[in-house]
């Protein structure tokens, strides 16, 4: 089946940065079924429900949660199977789980989101 696997989180001051990495794997048939219509990342700060970040779709086209808009990008590397998150400007309340995700059809199944997976854990302090 299709793993989902983040990396990049840390501990970081405020207004530093960090990317965070999504690496799309699985058994060649897997993936060979599968068609990608977009790539989302979501995060879940401490004591709230997970909650959109970005998405990126296969022609490109980009959204952002207003509160990060202006500071982070959503990107992805077709020939790697990565999709990336760029966080600049980092503030306290970007603190949280970082989850990515994605949006396409497996054989005749179309799916919305696949099971979460463990995340990447990011912190900013103050």
């Known amino acids: 089946q299709v793993q989902l696997v983040e990396s990049g989180g840390g501990l970081v001051q405020t207004g530093e940065s960090l990317r965070l990495s999504c690496a799309v794997s699985?058994?060649?048939?897997?993936?060979?079924?599968?068609?990608?219509?977009?790539f989302v990342w979501y995060r879940r700060a401490p004591g709230k429900e997970r909650d959109f970040v970005a998405r990126?779709?296969?022609?490109?086209?980009?959204t952002y949660q207003d509160s990060v808009k202006g500071r982070f990008t959503i990107s992805r590397d077709n020939a790697k199977n990565t999709v990336y998150l760029q966080m600049n400007s980092l503030k306290p309340e970007d603190t949280g789980d970082y989850y990515c995700?994605?949006?396409?059809?497996?054989?005749?199944?179309?799916?919305?989101?696949?099971?979460w997976g463990q995340g990447t854990q990011v912190i900013v302090s103050s």
């Open positions: 699985g058994s060649q048939f897997t993936l060979n079924t599968i068609v990608w219509n977009a």
């Open positions: 990126i779709s296969v022609d490109d086209a980009t």
């Open positions: 995700n994605a949006e396409g059809r497996i054989a005749t199944t179309p799916f919305s989101l696949l099971p």
